[in-house]
């Protein structure tokens, strides 16, 4: 069993910026994508910014240039630095990993997403 915890989220003012954290944990023998997606009611889940295990980064459009993603393979995290931050960046941030397990199998979770709300 695969748990994944998000944290960092907050209340930032415009142009404010915070770092998301994404920790996974259990019998991980390898962490290999992770991706952070983010939601508001009534919209689908967007994926704003993803990793492989190489370190290969892709960003959607919206957030090129103030966020960067980053991970930690010996700690089994990903982090999210978020900059410039716009009031429509607000949403609930998700953290998506994937992997393989000792003894073979291979997993892929969620964790139960940190609020970021930009606002004055």
């Known amino acids: 069993q695969v748990t994944v915890v998000e944290s960092g989220g907050g209340l930032v003012q415009p142009g404010g910026s915070l770092r998301l954290s994404c920790v996974a944990s259990?019998?991980?023998?390898?962490?290999?994508?992770v991706g952070w997606y983010r939601q508001v009611p009534e919209k689908q889940r967007e994926l704003v910014a993803s990793?492989?295990?190489?370190?290969?980064?892709n960003y959607s459009d919206s957030v090129k240039g103030r966020f960067t993603i980053s991970r930690d393979n010996a700690k089994n995290a990903v982090y999210l630095y978020l900059s410039s931050l716009k009031p429509e960046d607000t949403a609930v941030y998700y953290c998506?990993?994937?992997?393989?397990?000792?003894?073979?199998?291979?997993?892929?979770?969620w964790g139960q997403g940190t609020q970021v709300t930009v606002s004055t």
């Open positions: 998506n990993a994937d992997g393989s397990l000792y003894g073979g199998s291979f997993f892929d979770s």
């Open positions: 990793i492989s295990p190489g370190g290969d980064k």
């Open positions: 259990g019998s991980i023998f390898s962490l290999n994508n």
